[in-house]
């Protein structure tokens, strides 16, 4: 499962970074590509030299590579990695990362890492087992990284208990756990995906839209396309980015006509709809083909009743297919939610409620509640990313039970 895999391997200032050496060692030969981000207090344990020859990549300790200015990109590193390791985390890294202090290239790295990332934690027993250091380890897991927890033994200072980096054997084989759980396990599946808000004209400079940014719609494009499969993603007005991908199919679109246009031609040939659009339930009855002159002190605007992509779908959808919906509400959150779930014929239903601090509209976080016919289930507050990758593991369950065996 490590073939070919990008790891990016972060090192720290540890009695543990010997290890370093064993687990590089391990996932080249496994035939990943590793590339080493040191600390500075990490060369005082292991050197550079030593992470160079075994990982075949020069190792990275600072941002200025040399005096001519070349610098070591950390967007670039955080963009190649399909995973980023930190192995050993020290306590300073640990409070770094917990806290947003990006003061070397590990944390910038990090900060900038698209993939998932995860740590090993390595230091001695008080301090592992320190109220601060078990509040970070609990709070860069809010973020959606994940921890190899440290194992028990005997530690450099001569006490013995949990302290100890988990064994390289160990760390390959969670490493092998996660890709085998995420690699290819939606290849030859189609989603279709609706983000972002629609804008419905009123003249050629105004219109009727919401405070959507379509963050949570890209992401969930990300994730899907992460698990291999081929994305139609259609995108009301938004400034967030994709990378392109064969396996990706871009439709940029404004109004609600031009989105469900779009998602009847796509939705019949695809095995998963996503419903995430905040799509304007009303539009102007009449649109003006010249800027509407500021002549009077009020002005009306009929509106009419846009179509409802999402019912419309649902009214379309096969057996063999599946339909997600998000619902926004701000009272009776879960009896509306399941209200729609029935209504428009959804599998899955994804509520936000704007009473959740961090969540709704334009923040990079979120936090939802996962709805069925039979289950309910509440995330915790996680940044989009983590919460699409919940929402998409969540889906493929429901599309493994559904699919006959």
């Known amino acids: 499962m490590l073939r070919n895999k990008k790891i990016l391997l972060g090192v720290c200032g540890s009695i543990a970074a010997y290890k370093a050496a064993f687990l590089i060692r391990l996932l080249v030969k496994a035939g990943a590509d590793v590339r080493v981000i040191s600390t500075t207090s990490a060369s005082d344990f292991i050197s550079p030299l030593t992470l160079s020859t075994l990982s075949k990549n020069p190792v990275l300790t600072k941002f200025v590579k040399n005096e001519q200015g070349e610098w070591n990109n950390h967007v670039e590193l955080g963009l190649w990695a399909d995973l980023m390791l930190i192995a050993p985390l ?85 490493l092998e756990s996660h890709f085998s759980k995420t690699s290819g396990s939606l290849k030859g599946k189609k989603v279709l995906i609706t983000a972002g808000p629609t804008y419905e004209a009123i003249d050629p400079v105004r219109f009727i839209g919401n405070h959507s940014t379509g963050k949570m719609g890209y992401a969930l494009a990300k994730a899907s396309l992460n698990l291999g499969a081929e994305v139609i993603l259609i995108s009301g007005p938004s400034n967030e980015k994709i990378p392109e991908s064969a396996s990706l199919k871009l439709i940029k679109v404004q109004s609600a006509n031009e989105m469900l246009k779009a998602a009847e031609e796509y939705f019949e040939h695809a095995d998963i709809g996503i419903m995430s659009a905040a799509v304007a339930d009303y539009a102007p009855k009449n649109v003006s083909d010249k800027k509407i002159k500021k002549d009077a002190d009020s002005v009306s605007i009929e509106l009419v009743r846009n179509p409802d992509i999402a019912k419309t779908l649902g009214a379309k959808k096969r057996e063999d297919q599946l339909l997600i919906g998000f619902a926004l509400e701000t009272d009776n959150e879960e009896v509306n939610a399941k209200r729609k779930l029935k209504s428009k014929n959804f599998d899955l239903i994804v509520l936000n409620s704007l009473k959740d601090e961090g969540a709704g509209f334009a923040y990079d976080t979120n936090k939802v509640t996962l709805i069925t016919h039979n289950k309910v289930r509440s995330l915790p507050l996680l940044s989009k990313e983590e919460t699409a990758k919940k929402i998409i593991d969540y889906t493929l369950d429901l599309l493994n039970r559904k699919t006959p065996k």
């Open 90 to 174: 020290s306590a300073n890294t640990l409070g770094k990362m917990a806290n947003g202090i990006c003061d070397n290239l590990l944390i910038a790295s990090y900060l900038s890492a698209k993939c998932s990332v995860m740590v090993a934690p390595a230091m001695d027993l008080d301090m592992y087992n320190h109220a601060s250091t078990q509040q970070n380890l609990k709070t860069i897991q809010s973020y959606g990284n994940l921890v190899i927890e440290a194992e028990d033994g005997e530690l450099a200072s001569g006490l013995s208990g949990q302290g100890r980096m988990a064994e390289p054997e160990n760390i390959i084989e969670v």
